[in-house]
């Protein structure tokens, strides 16, 4: 009981802190209930899989990750400042992993629970943090702004608790933000470059394919902003940086390498179909490892990617939110676009062609290579708010001014 008080008012103490940096001029109420509904959704998470499931990821990380804890403080130290890679592990990612968990499960005493706590509060702080520099650039959609990051069931549930893609949501959380900030010219403190650095080293730990898509959307948006400039010099330099970006891309994981890439989807198309259920399959089926193989299957796994599962799916009781949420999403995009070819309004198109671009790319990808519902949804927990934000601008500003 003490451990579970002493933690809770160092978190209540990091939380105040928190709100008084970024101060988004939303009220307390409405910053201390959206932190407590995703501190509470990374409990249920845990609750979830060591009642319902009693097994899964999340376990398994806690207990590696309790086994780092209990080492004598200088051999601790020395593990967990000692290489994550393929060379000493045959799951690296799983390694950064639980080496970044163990110091958690260290302070808490072993604590799954306190621990589960803390690793919700940086990815709540991430979101919190994305809501602030979204309300400074684009203060009038505010509210769906705080919506998509702060109470999509699937986004807050996902990016909760002990799991990889807490930390991951998180580090990809700060570096779309603080790139909007350098787009829109705004001023970027130490703590925000230390912030970025952080969020490349974690996800090239971590998650390859997402700091893959990260740098095309930087390409992208580089090139889409500076090629519309008049000067052969700017366009020449749009050109540059998203050429270096598709280069570096290429030194992140030899799987992802474009020459590899194929036959990688197909083998982790076939090996996750292999130990999913008949009924719990998507229809998605790389028979091959062959490029026209693959280009069949794209269509569907656009449209899988970015609006399934829908209502119209079968799951589980858990995969109602997401059945709900996909079928929002689908009438989000098509009314935009509707809206879009009817009243043709001002977008900032460099933002939103790279932005679509990226997360069309990202939606794909995820659903080739992993051809069931179950890992699909939190996999795609990754871009989820950002395309609901996209879906929801228009619409938004239809529904409330009547102007867009």
Same mark, same amino acid.
């Given at each position: 009981?003490?451990?579970?008080?002493?933690?809770?008012?160092?978190?209540?103490?990091?939380?105040?802190?928190?709100?008084?940096?970024?101060?988004?001029?939303?009220?307390?109420?409405?910053?201390?209930?959206?932190?407590?509904?995703?501190?509470?959704?990374?409990?249920?998470?845990?609750?979830?899989?060591?009642?319902?499931?009693?097994?899964?990821?999340?376990?398994? !990380? =806690? %207990?590696?990750?309790?086994?780092?804890?209990?080492?004598? $403080? #200088?051999?601790?130290? @020395?593990?967990?400042?000692?290489? +994550?890679?393929?060379?000493?592990?045959?799951?690296?990612?799983?390694?950064?992993?639980?080496?970044?968990?163990?110091?958690?499960?260290?302070?808490?005493?072993?604590?799954?629970?306190?621990?589960?706590?803390?690793?919700?509060?940086?990815?709540?702080?991430?979101?919190?943090?994305?809501?602030?520099?979204?309300?400074?650039?684009?203060?009038?959609?505010?509210?769906?702004?705080?919506?998509?990051?702060?109470?999509?069931?699937?986004?807050?549930?996902?990016?909760?608790?002990?799991?990889?893609?807490?930390?991951?949501?998180?580090?990809?959380?700060?570096?779309?933000?603080?790139?909007?900030?350098?787009?829109?010219?705004?001023?970027?403190? !130490? =703590? %925000?470059?230390?912030?970025?650095?952080?969020?490349?080293? $974690? #996800?090239?730990?971590? @998650?390859?394919?997402?700091?893959? +898509?990260?740098?095309?959307?930087?390409?992208?948006?580089?090139?889409?902003?500076?090629?519309?400039?008049?000067?052969?010099?700017?366009?020449?330099?749009?050109?540059?940086?998203?050429?270096?970006?598709?280069?570096?891309?290429?030194?992140?994981?030899?799987?992802?390498?474009?020459?590899?890439?194929?036959?990688?989807?197909?083998?982790?198309?076939?090996?996750?179909?292999?130990?999913?259920?008949?009924?719990?399959?998507?229809?998605?089926?790389?028979?091959?490892?062959?490029?026209?193989?693959?280009?069949?299957?794209?269509?569907?796994?656009?449209?899988?990617?970015?609006?399934?599962?829908?209502?119209?799916?079968?799951?589980?009781?858990?995969?109602?939110?997401?059945?709900?949420?996909?079928?929002?999403?689908?009438? #989000?995009?098509?009314?935009?676009?509707?809206?879009?070819?009817?009243?043709?309004?001002?977008?900032?198109?460099?933002?939103?062609?790279?932005?679509?671009?990226?997360?069309?790319?990202?939606?794909?990808?995820?659903?080739?290579?992993?051809?069931?519902?179950?890992?699909?949804?939190?996999?795609?927990?990754?871009?989820?708010?950002?395309?609901?934000?996209?879906?929801?601008?228009?619409?938004?500003?239809?529904?409330?001014?009547?102007?867009?």
């Amino acid at each position: 009981m003490i451990n579970w008080i002493i933690h809770l008012v160092f978190l209540v103490v990091l939380a105040t802190v928190c709100f008084k940096k970024l101060n988004t001029d939303l009220p307390l109420i409405l910053f201390a209930l959206t932190l407590i509904l995703k501190l509470t959704a990374g409990l249920i998470l845990g609750w979830i899989f060591t009642s319902y499931y009693q097994s899964g990821d999340t376990l398994v !990380f =806690f %207990e590696k990750s309790k086994i780092l804890a209990k080492l004598p $403080i #200088l051999e601790y130290l @020395k593990v967990i400042f000692s290489s +994550s890679t393929y060379e000493v592990s045959a799951e690296p990612r799983v390694l950064f992993f639980t080496k970044f968990l163990s110091f958690f499960v260290r302070i808490t005493s072993g604590s799954y629970w306190i621990s589960s706590l803390y690793l919700s509060f940086i990815s709540f702080c991430a979101a919190w943090y994305s809501v602030h520099v979204l309300k400074n650039i684009y203060p009038s959609i505010l509210t769906i702004s705080m919506v998509s990051f702060l109470l999509i069931p699937t986004v807050v549930f996902w990016s909760s608790g002990i799991l990889k893609d807490s930390l991951a949501f998180s580090a990809l959380a700060f570096l779309v933000s603080i790139v909007l900030k350098v787009y829109h010219k705004k001023r970027t403190s !130490f =703590f %925000e470059m230390l912030l970025f650095i952080m969020g490349i080293f $974690i #996800l090239l730990k971590m @998650k390859h394919y997402l700091l893959i +898509s990260f740098l095309l959307l930087v390409g992208l948006l580089s090139f889409c902003a500076l090629f519309k400039q008049s000067s052969l010099n700017y366009r020449l330099l749009g050109i540059g940086i998203f050429v270096v970006a598709v280069i570096t891309t290429q030194f992140i994981h030899p799987s992802l390498k474009f020459n590899r890439l194929v036959h990688t989807l197909y083998k982790n198309n076939q090996t996750i179909k292999t130990k999913t259920d008949p009924q719990n399959r998507l229809s998605i089926d790389i028979e091959s490892p062959e490029i026209l193989s693959l280009l069949n299957e794209v269509p569907e796994a656009i449209h899988i990617g970015l609006f399934r599962p829908s209502l119209f799916d079968k799951t589980s009781i858990w995969g109602w939110f997401h059945r709900i949420e996909n079928t929002i999403l689908a009438f #989000l995009f098509s009314f935009s676009l509707l809206l879009y070819l009817k009243y043709h309004p001002k977008l900032d198109l460099s933002l939103v062609i790279s932005s679509m671009i990226t997360m069309l790319i990202l939606a794909t990808i995820l659903s080739l290579s992993t051809p069931n519902f179950g890992t699909l949804v939190r996999y795609k927990n990754a871009f989820l708010p950002y395309f609901f934000l996209l879906c929801s601008v228009l619409p938004y500003k239809f529904l409330t001014t009547k102007e867009i």
